[in-house]
């Protein structure tokens, strides 16, 4: 699988950047479904907020047009002490490759390219475990979920088995 | 009628006085000059370096940001999103850190030389091993992972990883309130960035507000973070130890170079 998994890491650039994203609120539905939010730690820092339900249905598709040279600096010194290309800040922003590819991207899906990568799968999907790795599978489609940066994304594999 | 006029009268006085240098009521006195200013002024370079060496000296603190950032679009309206976080600290090798906004809700756990990624929403996590201490840790994770700590910067001021002989302007912008505290206020420019720092004023200076602003893009896109300190938490050991929930399952962790 480790060895698959690199090969699949090396899918063209073009591929990936067409394919990376898929549109934000489709993963904020996502991450609404199941477990929820309400998350108890021990001793840890409760957020404010962190049980409300967010819904971006109605949110206009221009917001989605972010220009490229939009970058978004958090830290000071990531930023003025590093050459490192900029990921975006901790706070999860859209980001300006993600959201200009965010329409190709729904094509993608719905292509379900092998090697492509998304940020939501769809919702017919189903948590899968094999040989201990962890998969949602979606009918005859295969995602496996990684982080990339700080999110959880997901590629489109071959069927594991 | 007699409005009109009065408004033509005030636009009037207001063209002369802005076209006409020492009319205007911000002329400066007679007789004053300007003092002579070089453009990195010592003192507020200095300023964070006592701030730098303060922030190390800290073992064990809890903060909180709240963070409005920007992102620019195809014709050079800005949005803002709003996100928060907060991190708990134990020198040397000990944090957690929990961020949210309506985006997402992950946390990090960071122990000895293990750093955890968790998605609660999503009960996915991922492991990665990193250095033995927390500076060591956050330039790990950027570098091979492309992930940031939020408040990187309170673990490099005061470090080498934050060299201040590279800011080609710094300024005293003087005193300003943030929340109930009295704080000192600077303007520093380097390479493409514009950053201001509100520290508290006195002999143990904390980061109360920071302002980064985006020159490479004509928009100007910027972030202002409010931080709250606690120096006396009261957190557990514990909450360092990431005890995967029973229906939570690993993942990986994707290298930004993969060979």
């Known amino acids: 699988m480790q060895k698959s998994l690199s090969k699949l890491f090396l899918a063209p650039l073009g591929a990936l950047l067409l394919a990376s994203f898929a549109l934000a609120p489709v993963a904020d539905a996502r991450e609404r479904g199941g477990g929820g939010r309400q998350v108890s730690h021990d001793g840890g820092p409760r957020g404010g907020g962190r049980d409300l339900q967010?819904?971006?249905?109605?949110?206009?598709?221009?917001?989605?047009?972010?220009?490229?040279?939009?970058?978004?600096?958090?830290?000071?010194?990531?930023?003025?002490?590093?050459?490192?290309?900029?990921?975006?800040?901790?706070?999860?922003?859209?980001?300006p490759v993600a959201t200009a590819a965010a329409v190709t991207a729904t094509v993608a899906v719905t292509a379900a390219v092998v090697g492509s990568i998304v940020r939501s799968v769809p919702p017919n999907c189903s948590p899968y475990s094999y040989n201990g790795i962890s998969y949602q599978r979606c009918g005859s489609t295969w995602y496996q979920p990684q982080y990339v940066g700080g999110d959880v994304q997901y590629v489109v594999i071959n069927a594991p088995y | 009628?007699?409005?009109?006029?009065?408004?033509?009268?005030?636009?009037?006085?207001?063209?002369?006085?802005?076209?006409?240098?020492?009319?205007?009521?911000?002329?400066?006195?007679?007789?004053?000059?300007?003092?002579?200013?070089?453009?990195?002024?010592?003192?507020?370079?200095?300023?964070?370096?006592?701030?730098?060496?303060?922030?190390?000296?800290?073992?064990?603190?809890?903060?909180?940001?709240?963070?409005?950032?920007?992102?620019?679009?195809?014709?050079?309206?800005?949005?803002?999103?709003?996100?928060?976080?907060?991190?708990?600290?134990?020198?040397?090798?000990?944090?957690?850190?929990?961020?949210?906004?309506?985006?997402?809700?992950?946390?990090?756990?960071?122990?000895?030389?293990?750093?955890?990624?968790?998605?609660?929403?999503?009960?996915?996590?991922?492991?990665?091993?990193?250095?033995?201490?927390?500076?060591?840790?956050?330039?790990?994770?950027?570098?091979?992972?492309?992930?940031?700590?939020?408040?990187?910067?309170?673990?490099?001021?005061?470090?080498?990883?934050?060299?201040?002989?590279?800011?080609?302007?710094?300024?005293?912008?003087?005193?300003?309130?943030?929340?109930?505290?009295?704080?000192?206020?600077y303007a520093f420019r380097q390479g493409k960035i514009d950053w201001q720092i509100w520290m508290t004023t006195g002999e143990a200076p904390l980061p109360r507000k920071l302002v980064i602003t985006n020159r490479a893009d004509e928009a100007r896109p910027q972030s202002v973070s409010y931080l709250a300190w606690n120096l006396k938490p009261t957190f557990k050991d514990t909450v360092f130890k990431f005890t995967p929930p029973s229906d939570a399952q690993a993942i990986g962790i994707r290298p930004l170079n993969p060979r």
């Open chain 1, 54 to 95: 967010v819904n971006n249905s109605r949110r206009d598709v221009r917001t989605n047009n972010v220009r490229n040279t939009s970058v978004n600096n958090v830290n000071v010194n990531r930023n003025v002490n590093v050459d490192v290309d900029r990921h975006g800040g901790w706070n999860n922003n859209y980001h």
């Open chain 2, 1 to 185: 009628m007699t409005h009109h006029k009065l408004a033509l009268g005030w636009l009037g006085w207001l063209a002369l006085s802005l076209s006409t240098p020492g009319i205007g009521a911000e002329a400066a006195p007679a007789g004053a000059s300007s003092p002579v200013v070089s453009a990195v002024d010592p003192a507020s370079i200095e300023a964070l370096k006592k701030m730098g060496a303060h922030l190390q000296t800290l073992k064990r603190f809890q903060v909180r940001t709240e963070l409005s950032s920007e992102t620019v679009l195809d014709d050079g309206q800005k949005l803002q999103q709003s996100s928060s976080a907060e991190i708990q600290v134990q020198r040397p090798n000990q944090l957690r850190a929990m961020m949210w906004s309506a985006r997402a809700v992950r946390e990090l756990i960071y122990q000895d030389k293990t750093a955890t990624l968790y998605t609660p929403a999503l009960k996915y996590y991922a492991t990665a091993e990193v250095a033995d201490n927390i500076g060591g840790m956050i330039d790990q994770l950027e570098a091979r992972y492309g992930v940031q700590v939020p408040l990187s910067d309170l673990f490099l001021w005061g470090t080498a990883a934050a060299p201040l002989d590279q800011i080609e302007s710094a300024m005293n912008a003087g005193q300003d309130i943030i929340g109930r505290d009295l704080c000192d206020h």
